[in-house]
């Protein structure tokens, strides 16, 4: 169908970005889906509307070739949910500099670098979204802990926000997302919510941002959050 929208999501193998998939498609989107390596989760989807395409954020060369591959395409949304946290019970002097290095890398740089080269494939009044979360809010930091973490997400919400302003004039939206505290392999089993109720409710709230611009930065529900 000409009209439906169309949605790329980079880091979906498993977890929220695999969940994700599986929401959009349920909702009438067309989906392009970037995994690592082959992902068993991805592979089951049996659906006309998905494409699956291989790509590593932290390589550059990786990205160029995706971007080529998919030159036809434009999209209603890119959503860059890749992301790591290695070490991330360690207190930060206790992370080898190479670790340390490679968490922001993974999850501030290369998010700001793969949407600078996708976005021209982004769709008049789309929509960036990068996948955040509340640990990056320096604001609501009273507990500590998930030191560089923490960090890397800052970084990636202040980069975020300096992206939007270099092309305020594009007219596009930029999300920074909260999921929740998600039972997956990084948030464990203890968390409070499942992958469909945080999938869910991100889609919602990316549905509703359609069309609109500025940098907000928001949970699963809707509520913005403290920067």
């Not at 880091?11 to 959009?24: C, M, Q």
């Not at 998930?146 to 960090?151: D, K, L």
Request: aromatic share 8%.
């Amino acid at each position: 169908m000409a009209d439906r929208k169309n949605a790329l999501i980079v880091g979906a193998s498993r977890g929220l970005g695999l969940g994700l998939v599986e929401t959009f498609l349920q909702r009438g989107w067309r989906v392009t889906a970037t995994q690592r390596s082959a992902s068993p989760g991805l592979a089951a989807l049996k659906s006309e509307a998905l494409r699956v395409e291989t790509a590593d954020i932290d390589d550059d060369g990786a990205v160029a070739a995706l971007r080529e591959t998919l030159s036809g395409e434009r999209y209603d949304l890119i959503f860059v949910v890749a992301g790591v946290a290695t070490q991330a019970h360690d207190p930060l002097h206790a992370v080898p500099r190479d670790v340390a290095a490679q968490v922001y890398l993974t999850n501030a740089v290369s998010p700001i670098r793969f949407a600078e080269a996708f976005l021209d494939r982004l769709a008049p009044k789309g929509l960036v979204a990068f996948m955040s979360s509340i640990l990056g809010s320096v604001g609501l930091n009273e507990a500590g802990g998930w030191e560089n973490y923490r960090a890397s997400k800052a970084a990636l919400n202040t980069l975020a926000r300096s992206f939007e302003i270099r092309h305020r004039d594009a007219g596009f939206g930029v999300l920074l997302l909260h999921p929740g505290w998600v039972r997956t392999e990084m948030g464990g089993a203890d968390a409070d919510i499942d992958v469909a109720t945080s999938v869910t409710g991100l889609t919602d709230v990316i549905e509703g941002r359609l069309g609109r611009t500025g940098c907000v930065y928001l949970d699963y529900t809707g509520k913005t959050l403290d920067w």
